[in-house]
Nanobody, 123 residues
């Protein structure tokens, strides 16, 4: 079973940037779409963005607001989430997941999840 591994989280100040990285352990990334979700304390997990296996990005514009960019590097077997202009409301655990089938917005469309990486934004 492929389990993505996330990295790159941390504690930053409002307005700072972070780049999260995701690697699907042991398998070739190029055949999969991949997504990023986040879950803040006391809230439900929400879709952030995804990228299809043909390199088409899908964004939750309500969350991203033009600040985040998803990209994939199949040669390095990595998916990246570049986050700029971070705000305290972006504080959450960010999860990378492998898309299986269906609408990218829904968690049920993903069949393998990482453990998550914490992003904390101070005001």
């Amino acid at each position: 079973q492929v389990q993505p591994v996330e990295s790159g989280g941390g504690l930053v100040e409002a307005g700072d940037s972070l780049r999260l990285s995701c690697a699907p352990s042991g398998r070739t990334l190029s055949i999969y779409g991949m997504g990023w979700f986040r879950q803040a304390p006391g809230k439900e997990r929400e879709f952030v963005c995804a990228i299809s296996r043909d390199n088409s990005p899908i964004y939750n514009l309500h969350v991203v607001k033009g600040r985040f960019t998803i990209a994939r590097d199949d040669a390095k077997n990595r998916v990246y989430l570049q986050m700029n202009g971070l705000q305290p409301e972006d504080t959450a655990v960010y999860y990378c997941a492998r898309h299986f089938d269906g609408n990218y917005y829904y968690a049920v469309s993903y069949d393998s999840w990482g453990q998550g990486t914490q992003v904390t934004v101070s005001s």
